[in-house]
Antibody, heavy 120, light 110 residues
């Protein structure tokens, strides 16, 4: 059974950094791309970033490009989202999601329960 | 403003058939697969319709997806009270080189 657990959320001041982690289990982690998606209070889902199965390709939403980085450690079955120069508008629940294939163009099929980031 | 356009709300009575639309462009919907997600606030979103309009295991066949040109639709037949949730369409956008979501549709079962 696929299981994704996000951690690292919290309250952070504007301009500071934070790193989110997502621990995966129940599948061969190194065979799948991984996504981060967020939901700001009262808003819809917004895709943030994706990383391919081997980490060689990453794509980001324009709103976070240059500020956020995504990485993965296939030996630890973990994907990370490093968020820098945080802004109030980055306040959201951040979800980690497994892709349905190797590459960045594969969509999210299983999601974690999310971790909350408040920039204030 | 979302790249993909969905109606903000929809409603129906139990047993009814309802359609939720998702409008985009050639660079997203027309060129790529469209996915649909069901989201109950405070929980993990759930994939309803995946690649090739297929339903993951456990998703009732009351849910179906289709696409024509730059638009896609999610159909729900035999509406049930437990279907009351937020629904999102999503797809890859070739021009943006990224994923895009619709703004979401809040479904109310009257």
């Amino acid at each position: 059974q696929v299981h994704l657990v996000e951690s690292g959320g919290g309250v952070v001041q504007p301009g500071r950094s934070l790193r989110l982690s997502c621990a995966a289990s129940g599948f061969t982690f190194s065979n799948f791309a991984m996504h981060w998606v967020r939901q700001a209070p009262g808003k819809g889902l917004q895709w943030v970033a994706v990383i391919s199965y081997d980490g060689s390709n990453q794509y980001f939403a324009d709103s976070v490009k240059g500020r956020f980085t995504i990485s993965r450690d296939n030996s630890k079955n973990t994907v990370y989202l490093r968020m820098s120069s945080l802004r109030a508008e980055d306040t959201a629940v951040y979800y980690c999601a497994k892709a349905d294939g190797y590459y960045s163009y594969h969509s999210m099929d299983v999601w974690g329960k999310g971790t909350t980031v408040v920039v204030s | 403003q979302s790249v993909l356009t969905q109606p903000p709300s929809a409603s129906g009575t139990p047993g009814q058939w309802i359609t939720i639309s998702c409008s985009g462009s050639k660079s997203n919907i027309e060129n790529n697969y469209v996915y649909w997600y069901q989201h109950f606030p405070g929980t993990a979103p759930k994939l309803l319709i995946g690649r090739y309009n297929q339903r993951p295991s456990g998703v009732p066949d009351r849910f179906s997806g289709s696409k024509s040109g730059t638009s896609a639709s999610l159909d729900i037949s035999g509406l049930r009270s437990e279907d009351e949730a937020d629904y999102y369409c999503a797809t890859w956008d070739d021009s943006l080189s990224g994923w895009v979501f619709g703004g979401g549709t809040k479904l109310t079962v009257l």
